[in-house]
């Protein structure tokens, strides 16, 4: 069982915005600004798309952006592309010297 | 450019032991903590380990905790995982990655390992 609850799917048109949900407790996502949140195609590691709930690093599209409230993270996506089509992971510091995942999220892009 | 490579992984008996490698390139190494993360086949992300700049501490999720043991030689640039009583459910594609508790920002491209008689 993951620490971190992710939907298992989410799908959007091409042009069209998703927002994948991460949802923790007051231990983890709700108490500390640090939300990261990972795309993964198939067959290939994992890459960072945001860190610290809001922040891109450089070389992200800012089509990706990265928002908090509460206990639930989220990720959006705006202006789908084909390319961004893959699983989609967000993690927290777990706080207990430790990282927690969510159990991932697999974006169709329809 | 980072670079993290990943060696070591194979298939090995329930009860054996592997060491796994990771060899760091493109930063200063020295400087970053550093994370072992798997992932099971056809499953999520799962942190295992994290190791402090000097070496001095590592923390252990409880799913590997007194049986896995990470260590770095900041001389080598170079990460260790010892993993000692492998049972199938340690089979995964094993990632190291810069980064420590809260984040991590590279990836390497993963060592698979097959725990299986």
């Known amino acids: 069982q993951s620490a971190l609850t992710q939907p298992p799917s989410a799908s959007g048109s091409p042009g069209q915005s998703v927002t994948i949900s991460c949802t923790g407790t007051?231990?983890?996502?709700?108490?500390?600004?640090?939300v990261s949140w990972y795309q993964q195609h198939p067959g290939k590691a994992p890459k960072l798309m945001i860190y610290?709930?809001?922040k891109r690093p450089s070389g992200v599209p800012d089509r990706f952006s990265g928002s908090k409230s509460g206990n639930t993270a989220s990720l959006t996506v705006s202006g789908l592309q084909a390319e961004d089509e893959a699983d989609y992971y967000c993690s927290s510091y777990g706080g207990s010297d430790n990282l927690v995942f969510g159990g991932g999220t697999k974006l169709t892009v329809l | 450019q980072v670079q993290l490579v990943e060696s070591g992984g194979g298939l090995v008996k329930p009860g054996g032991s592997l060491r796994l490698s990771c060899a760091a390139s493109g930063f200063t190494f020295s400087d970053y903590y550093m994370t072992w993360i798997r992932q099971a086949p056809g499953k999520g992300l799962e942190w295992i380990s994290y190791?402090?700049?000097?070496?001095?501490?590592?923390y252990y999720a409880d799913s590997v905790k007194g049986r896995f043991t990470f260590s770095r030689d900041n001389a080598k640039n170079s990460l260790y995982l010892q993993m000692d009583s492998l049972r199938a459910e340690d089979t995964a594609m094993y990632y190291c990655a810069r980064g420590g508790r809260t984040t991590v920002t590279y990836w390497g491209q993963g060592t698979l390992v097959t725990v299986s008689s």
């Open positions: 610290e709930v809001t």
């Open positions: 190791i402090t700049t000097s070496g001095t501490t590592a």
């Open positions: 007051s231990s983890d996502v709700g108490g500390y600004n640090y």
